[in-house]
């Protein structure tokens, strides 16, 4: 638990004075409601995308099943070896209780017990179904001249029902498989940034901005996505390069967006269409943890105070639908 090159971990008195760490912040972790704050988000033991009601139900199955040997074989074969389910998710509790013993040196709680909760659940729905299977196919041979043909049929019918259901039951999902990439959406912006030499930086509060590292392989002064508040070296200089990145893209003097530019080395500006409007900033959630400069800026939109950089228009190197590119060293002249 020793200090990174990123500086030392934060304090639970430093991230409860960081808007960051608060109700609407980026990485929000004390929360109103205790309920709230023990079971869901960053700081409870529950995941934030839960298990779907069937894997939940069928893995809850499983304890009971155990108790009926003689009605389901398959337990015999299983009882000794489905315990490491139960160690895990006290591993993953005790790893839990740690961390909020021990916060932010051990990251989040909810690390600790929102993946194994998912496989645990996984695991024990899978051998619950097969233990149920088996029974319904020992069931199935017991023959009797009366009931053998009845019972086989009963006994594919259940198979493919539940066949089906595994199978099927995912494509009811709006989303399947849930894998949360990003897709990037202004492929004319990436290939114009990716012909430029490797080391431009590029400044920006842009959303579009968190992409640019990856679809055009160029580097950003600062990004929401990149704004991870645990370590103070780290994001203490993030935070201050975010502050200065708002005071000069709606300053009204030319000359303080200039120094930004020197200060920075900044190759080239990105910008929303509706960046210059007050409605722009009260809305954008990431950006109003930064106050007061936020609210400054809003005020002087309000009042109708021109951002120096929205008249250099000469500078504009790219428009897309929604986006500008202005090029730096043509507003530092």
Known sequence: MTDSSFGPIITVDQAKSLPEFLPGGRSIFFRTYPWLFWLGGRSGILPDMPVTPLFLCTGLLLPILLRYPS????????????????????????????????????????????????????????????????????????????????RQVVAVGITVLLGMAITLYPQTWRHFPRTQYQLGQVPELYEFLAQQPKDILIASVAEEANNLPTFAQRSILVGSEYAIPYHTGYYMQFRQRVLDLIKAQYSGNLAEVQEFIAKYNIDFWLLDLEAFTPEYLANNQWLQQFQPVVKEAQIALEEGIVPALSLREDCLVLQTEGLVVLGAECVEN
């Open 71 to 150: 009605r389901f074989p398959l337990v015999k074969e299983a009882q000794g070896k489905v315990v490491i389910l139960a160690q895990l998710m006290l591993a993953s509790l005790g790893m839990f209780a740690a961390a909020h013993i021990f916060l932010f040196r051990l990251h989040l709680p909810n690390r600790y017990t929102s993946h194994s909760y998912r496989i645990t659940i996984a695991l024990a729905a899978a051998i619950a179904l097969t233990i149920i299977l088996d029974a319904i196919l020992v069931w199935a041979q017991r023959l009797t001249k009366s009931g053998f043909a009845w």
